[in-house]
């Protein structure tokens, strides 16, 4: 159910105005780009090896076959499994996975490389697209160790939310949490996408499982990323709970994003806070950049008002979406469009560990912050008047 059918709901909007169209994703894409999980460095390095070794790839793969056989003495050195993982095909998965375990079991005194197959590994799943081979590679007691990085987890969570195992992203996370392994634990990606797929359940278990997870990293004093913060609020919004929507948003400092600003609008109309919306839409007109709010949180807002009844505040925000149609404050995506967004690769902010714990920086190099409650500013939830004769 979309956050625009929710509000409609609960606001007890009139029988036509309920019959609306709701506004979902039909195809569900991957979160993070291809560049921000590696995928564009994996397929470059596969080209390679394939191009290195085309006139001995068949033989090369019948060869690997024969090593992994039971009653094989012959050793998996690095350069074989890193080889055959590039050079995997649809049916080479079991191939790979025999060499992994055969490579892991071996004695670890015969391994003189430093390389990391687990994040390369998830990488040729993820773009075989066999996310229950993953998965299943993943929890083999043959292959401990082997994934505890923080990019196997990543591209693992992303390859289940890209095929829509949001329960099997669930039970993975409390996976990695019983693992006590500390960089994985909180890590501000993993948490982005248990997020979203508690978003994408919208059921009353999954509502339960990023409250809780919610209050898990408040109370270890962890910030986490604007993208959670969304998620779990557009949450909240969906099944009915504006209140700790309302908190939830509150932790971030810049009040100021595109999502936060739409959510807000969405859950005052659930508080049925009517006037404090207002000044929110208000807020983008005196701003230099082009701010924008969405189609849907806009319709939502006039069905509000229309079945409110109230001519003054119709009227009033009748001359602000004007506005707005005029000088393009209107997207045309979704606020869901907008939650799902693909996340690029992004560099870490200095003050912020992957973690999301604060690490002091030098005072003097300080970026000035927006105050959301400054009323100069027009935002939070002050009623700054703000003149529409321009509009006119």
């Given at each position: 159910?979309?956050?625009?059918?929710?509000c409609?709901?609960?606001?007890?909007?009139?029988r036509?105005?309920?019959?609306q169209?709701?506004f979902?994703?039909?195809?569900?894409?991957?979160?993070?780009?291809?560049?921000?999980?590696?995928?564009?460095?994996f397929?470059y390095q596969?080209?390679?090896v394939?191009?290195q070794?085309?006139?001995?790839?068949?033989?090369?793969?019948?060869?690997?076959?024969?090593y992994?056989?039971?009653?094989s003495?012959?050793?998996?050195?690095?350069e074989?499994?890193?080889?055959?993982?590039?050079?995997?095909?649809?049916?080479?998965?079991?191939?790979v996975v025999?060499?992994?375990?055969?490579?892991?079991?071996?004695?670890?005194?015969?391994?003189?490389?430093?390389?990391?197959?687990?994040?390369?590994?998830?990488?040729?799943?993820?773009?075989l697209?066999?996310p229950?081979?993953a998965?299943?590679?993943?929890?083999?007691?043959e292959?401990?160790?082997?994934?505890?990085?923080l990019?196997?987890?990543?591209?693992?969570f992303?390859l289940?939310?890209?095929?829509?195992?949001y329960?099997?992203?669930?039970?993975?996370?409390?996976?990695?949490?019983?693992?006590?392994i500390?960089?994985?634990?909180?890590?501000?990606?993993?948490?982005?996408?248990t997020?979203?797929?508690?978003?994408?359940?919208?059921?009353?278990?999954?509502?339960?499982?990023?409250?809780?997870?919610?209050?898990?990293?408040?109370?270890?004093?962890?910030?986490?990323?604007?993208?959670?913060?969304?998620?779990?609020?557009?949450?909240?919004?969906?099944?009915?709970?504006?209140?700790?929507?309302?908190?939830?948003?509150?932790s971030?400092?810049?009040?100021?994003?595109?999502?936060?600003?739409?959510?807000?609008?969405l859950?005052?109309?659930?508080?049925?806070?009517?006037?404090?919306?207002?000044?929110?839409?208000?807020?983008?007109?005196?701003?230099?950049?082009?701010?924008?709010?969405?189609?849907?949180?806009v319709?939502?807002?006039?069905?509000?008002?229309?079945?409110?009844?109230?001519?003054e505040?119709?009227?009033e925000?009748?001359?602000?979406?004007?506005?707005?149609?005029?000088?393009?404050?209107?997207?045309?995506?979704?606020?869901?469009?907008?939650?799902?967004?693909?996340?690029?690769?992004?560099?870490?902010?200095?003050?912020?560990?992957?973690?999301?714990?604060?690490?002091?920086?030098?005072?003097?190099?300080?970026?000035p912050?927006?105050?959301?409650?400054?009323?100069?500013?027009?935002?939070?939830?002050?009623?700054?008047?703000v003149?529409?004769s321009?509009?006119?």
């Open positions: 159910m979309s956050i625009l059918k929710t409609s709901n609960l606001l007890r909007a009139s036509t105005l309920m019959k169209n709701t979902q994703i039909d195809v569900c894409r991957t979160l993070y780009s291809e560049a921000a999980l590696g995928l564009d460095s397929e596969k080209n390679r394939r191009t070794i085309s006139d001995v790839e068949e033989k090369f793969r019948t060869k690997m076959s024969e992994v056989t039971e009653n003495k012959n050793i998996i050195f690095t074989d499994l890193k080889n055959m993982i590039y050079l995997a095909k649809e049916g080479d998965v079991d191939l025999k060499m992994m375990k055969r490579f892991n079991s071996q004695n670890k005194e015969l391994r003189f490389g430093n390389f990391i197959f687990g994040p390369v590994v998830m990488r040729m799943f993820y773009k697209n066999k229950n081979e998965l299943e590679c993943y929890k083999s007691p292959l401990t160790g082997f994934f505890d990085q990019m196997s987890h990543q591209v693992l992303d289940l939310y890209e095929n829509k195992m329960n099997e992203m669930l039970d993975l996370y409390n996976l990695v949490k019983e693992k006590q500390e960089s994985l634990k909180w890590a501000r990606s993993l948490v982005v996408l997020m979203a797929a508690c978003y994408k359940l919208n059921t009353e278990e999954s509502l339960e499982f990023a409250i809780k997870l919610w209050k898990d990293i408040s109370q270890v004093g962890n910030l986490a990323a604007r993208r959670s913060i969304t998620f779990c609020a557009a949450l909240m919004i969906n099944k009915g709970k504006p209140e700790i929507a309302l908190e939830i948003l509150s971030l400092k810049n009040q100021n994003y595109t999502t936060v600003r739409n959510l807000k609008v859950t005052l109309l659930q508080l049925k806070r009517i006037d404090d919306v207002l000044p929110i839409l208000k807020s983008v007109l005196t701003e230099e950049a082009v701010h924008t709010f969405n189609k849907d949180v319709e939502a807002v006039e069905n509000y008002l229309k079945s409110e009844n109230n001519a505040l119709t009227t925000f009748n001359r602000v979406v004007k506005y707005y149609k005029e000088h393009g404050n209107i997207s045309e995506s979704t606020l869901d469009d907008n939650l799902c967004s693909v996340i690029n690769k992004l560099q870490p902010r200095p003050d912020f560990n992957q973690y999301g714990q604060f690490q002091r920086r030098d005072q003097n190099n300080r970026r912050r927006y105050d959301f409650n400054d009323k100069k500013g027009g935002g939070g939830f002050t009623t700054r008047k003149s529409l321009q509009m006119e």
